[in-house]
């Protein structure tokens, strides 16, 4: 069982940043390919962002590229969201899942563990 628990969402104005964490409960962290969902007002549940074991591989939706960056501390067992230059659309809860299976997967099934969501609103 891998318990997932984000932090760090809160209310932001557009062109702020603001970095989510994740805490990982898993001694074996480091073998898990971990990524970054949100899901918006109405919306489904959709790829953000994902990053490989070590951390060398990452993997981006092409809305937040450029903007985004996912990190992963293995030692602390911590994966992180720093968002940069915010807009109102990405107003989401944010959500980090982890998969033991590989790595870069834009598919929310194949991830087995999920945190419990950070909600980011960005006000225009």
């Known amino acids: 069982q891998v318990l997932l628990v984000e932090s760090g969402g809160r209310l932001v104005q557009a062109g702020d940043s603001l970095r989510l964490s994740c805490a990982a409960s898993?001694?074996?962290?480091?073998?898990?390919?971990m990524a970054w969902f949100r899901r918006g007002p109405g919306n489904e549940r959709e790829f953000v962002a994902a990053?490989?074991?070590?951390?060398?591989?990452?993997y981006y939706q092409d809305s937040v590229k450029g903007r985004f960056t996912v990190s992963r501390d293995n030692a602390q067992r911590m994966v992180y969201l720093q968002m940069n230059s915010l807009k109102f659309e990405d107003t989401a809860v944010y959500y980090c899942?982890?998969?033991?299976?590989?790595?870069?997967?834009?598919?929310?099934?194949?991830?087995?563990?999920w945190g419990q969501g950070a909600q980011v609103t960005v006000s225009p």
């Open positions: 899942a982890a998969n033991r299976n590989g790595w870069g997967q834009r598919e929310p099934g194949v991830y087995e563990y």
């Open positions: 898993v001694r074996t962290f480091s073998n898990y390919g």
């Open positions: 990053i490989s074991w070590s951390g060398g591989r990452t």
